[in-house]
């Protein structure tokens, strides 16, 4: 229960964040807000990389391991507003897409570059190394972008456009319910369409791994190609619907991305190869960027500028944290509904669970390591799902011990 609370309590804290930062962004300003969360993300961050292991320190860890992961929810969750609006707002006539499109772009080249890390991290690291304390040092490299982020967010200029009739953060809620209840509801309902696209998307690394069986050098593929093409879909997106308008880029592409993704995983299925894989990836991160790109733009153009932060970053949350459990979903059928799986997958976000010592299926031993796990016989990395900065290598499907 400790794991899984590890795991699914950052989720629940991002609409949290919307609500309060979001709208300290409609009251205090964009600035203020923004240098809020990236302070907000050091500290949840700095928490998961030194945090001691369970034998260590017994309960405290995954209590620990909790409240940082509480920190890092809430800090995305009131991120994506104040952020998303800045770039709106600071960009000249006719060039809102492509200005905002970068939101997108840096969350893709933020994947290219976790991937890369973790390959250099399994070349250079022995797996009992990454296992044991490895993982904790991509964790610390992400603290490196921190001084640049506050150098820059401070020097950002102030957007807003007060007006003595927003109030205090409550007053800014109020307006946005009131007010603008059917526009956070349809950016509700087009953020989950993109969420889900995006979670499958992440899957493709493990779904090689798992399913296709390809070794993990070229499974990681997957993750490195869809960066690559979400930071380039993105610009490509802003550029596109600077010149065509959002709603017929989000229509187009979405319409194409239905009628390929079949074929796509057929070729996939059937071929079993690295071409296939890096082809089908790049096509169909390239489909759902276009989207995506074109559908934040549209969405932070559709609210004021009084409460344009609150009612991106209240949606974009509620979407996210809603669809979460659609990972679990998502390795349920992979998993053929194998349940142990489940446990494997949760402790992938904790290296304090208790003892586990049981035989763990491949689809979800993809994550184990995360919780501390080792194997006595290794065929080499095997790559996370998601190729973020805590990607881990993990064991062959053989007997796992957790210490």
């Not at 007010?179 to 309902?189: D, F, P, Y």
């Not at 791994?209 to 690559?228: E, Q, R, S, V, Y």
């Not at 489909?287 to 991106?312: D, H, K, Y």
């Not at 992938?348 to 501390?372: E, K, N, Y």
Request: proline share 5%.
């Amino acid at each position: 229960m400790l794991s899984l609370a590890t795991f699914g309590v950052g989720f629940f804290t991002r609409p949290l964040g919307g609500l309060l930062i979001g709208a300290m962004g409609d009251r205090a300003g964009r600035r203020p807000a923004l240098m809020l969360t990236i302070g907000l993300m050091a500290v949840g961050t700095l928490g998961v990389a030194v945090t001691p292991s369970y034998a260590a320190i017994g309960i405290a860890a995954p209590v620990i391991l909790v409240a940082a992961r509480l920190v890092q929810g809430l800090a995305l969750g009131g991120e994506v507003g104040p952020s998303t609006a800045v770039l709106l707002e600071c960009s000249p006539p006719g060039r809102r897409g492509i200005y905002t499109s970068w939101q997108s772009a840096s969350q893709g080249i933020a994947i290219l570059a976790a991937g890369l890390v973790g390959v250099v991290l399994g070349a250079v690291l022995s797996p009992e190394q990454l296992a044991d304390w490895g993982w904790r040092v991509a964790f610390a490299l992400g603290l490196i972008i921190v001084p640049v982020g506050l150098y820059i967010r401070r020097r950002l200029p102030e957007t807003l456009m007060r007006r003595p009739d927003t109030g205090a953060s409550a007053g800014v809620i109020r307006v946005v319910w009131n007010q603008h209840l059917g526009s956070m509801t349809l950016a509700i309902l087009v953020i989950m369409c993109m969420t889900i696209s995006v979670y499958v998307n992440n899957y493709m690394t493990t779904y090689a791994l798992t399913t296709l069986g390809l070794p993990a050098f070229k499974a990681m593929w997957a993750t490195l190609i869809g960066g690559a093409a979400i930071a380039v879909g993105a610009v490509w997106s802003g550029q596109l619907s600077d010149r065509f308008g959002r709603k017929p880029l989000m229509i187009v592409s979405r319409v194409a991305l239905v009628l390929v993704v079949y074929p796509a995983y057929v070729l996939l299925v059937n071929e079993k190869s690295l071409w296939a894989l890096v082809s089908v990836s790049a096509l169909l991160n390239l489909l759902s960027t276009l989207g995506a790109a074109a559908a934040l733009v549209a969405i932070a153009e559709i609210f004021p500028n009084q409460v344009r932060s609150a009612g991106f970053a209240i949606s974009y949350a509620v979407s996210v944290s809603v669809l979460w459990r659609f990972h679990a979903i998502r390795d349920r059928l992979a998993d053929r509904g194998d349940r142990r799986s489940a446990v494997a997958r949760v402790l992938r976000d904790s290296d304090q669970s208790r003892q586990f010592d049981r035989d763990v299926p491949d689809a979800g031993d993809v994550h184990a390591l995360r919780a501390g796990c080792r194997a006595p016989d290794r065929s080499g990395p095997r790559i996370g799902r998601t190729g973020r900065i805590s990607t881990l290598p993990t064991a062959p499907r053989d007997h796992l011990r957790c210490s």
